[in-house]
């Protein structure tokens, strides 16, 4: 073959040897980053508790999957004071009171255990018992063991059994106290008590009073009710220091009072 010819074979010789597809080649892109996320802010708590805004939402991410946002961490702030508590009291349901029922002694006001009496039964003194049972008694009245109300000073009473009704229906029958109900302050009937205020609200002199029962200083039984303030005040003479006793100053409110107290006879 003339050297022409054997130069243009070669040629084609190699370019039929190379491939014929044309091989771009691809990268791929880098997985997009995501964003991050969001963070919310707890709103300001109402009645008393906050409540946390909602998670942020994940940013967008490229190709790739975004990592995904952080949740809100807000914390509400201490909302307002609701609405005032119930009345003070030495009880607020009937669970407070074994056998027996939590009671107010003036309506709204402090809250008290009721004293359930029987009904007295058999006659231990038949020379100086009123009655044996309830049927002895007229209509209205209940056989009950005397003394009706808390013994405090003075000639002891008789302990016998007495047709007992009543002392009061009204507080408009107790000037300068109210008609508190059987079974409270240790009174087996209803009867009249002191009482210098009837709800906390009455107490106003001083900040954080109290209208509770407090006792007399005598003879340890309920008197009352009474105002009472921290610091100086008391419910018994218990909570008074050495040499003092709980007394009422000029205001009616229960204090400690130095000194000794003057009790009857």
Do not use: W
């Not at 509400?76 to 005032?84: E, P």
């Not at 030495?90 to 006001?109: L, Y």
């Not at 407090?214 to 220091?241: A, I, T, W």
């Amino acid at each position: 073959m003339p050297a022409r010819l054997r130069h243009v074979a070669s040629i084609l010789a190699l370019v039929l040897s190379m491939p014929t597809g044309c091989g771009n080649t691809v990268t791929r892109a880098p997985a997009g980053s995501g964003g991050a996320g969001g963070q919310g802010t707890g709103a300001a708590g109402t009645s008393g508790e906050g409540t946390g805004a909602s998670a942020g939402s994940g940013g967008a991410g490229g190709e790739g999957t975004g990592a995904a946002g952080t949740g809100g961490q807000g914390t509400g702030a201490t909302g307002a004071g609701g609405a005032a508590g119930a009345n003070s009291g030495d009880c607020h349901t009937d669970a407070n009171c074994p056998g027996s029922t939590c009671v107010d002694i003036t309506p709204g006001g402090f809250r008290v255990c009721k004293t359930n009496y029987p009904p007295a039964e058999t006659c231990a003194r038949p020379d100086f018992d009123e009655c044996c049972t309830t049927e002895d008694c007229g209509p209205g009245s209940t056989c009950l063991a005397a003394p009706l109300l808390p013994y405090c000073g003075g000639p002891p009473p008789l302990e016998n059994n007495v047709c007992a009704k009543d002392l009061c229906s009204s507080d408009d029958e107790c000037p300068g106290g109210l008609c508190a109900p059987a079974g409270t302050l240790n009174n087996k009937v209803r009867a009249c008590v002191s009482a210098r205020c009837r709800l906390d609200a009455d107490c106003d002199a001083e900040p954080g009073g109290i209208c509770a029962t407090v006792r007399d200083p005598c003879c340890n039984q309920p008197e009352g009710l009474f105002c009472v303030y921290p610091g100086s005040g008391c419910r018994s003479s218990s909570d008074c220091g050495q040499g003092e006793y709980c007394g009422r100053d000029a205001g009616g409110a229960a204090r400690c009072i130095v000194g000794d107290v003057v009790c009857p006879a």
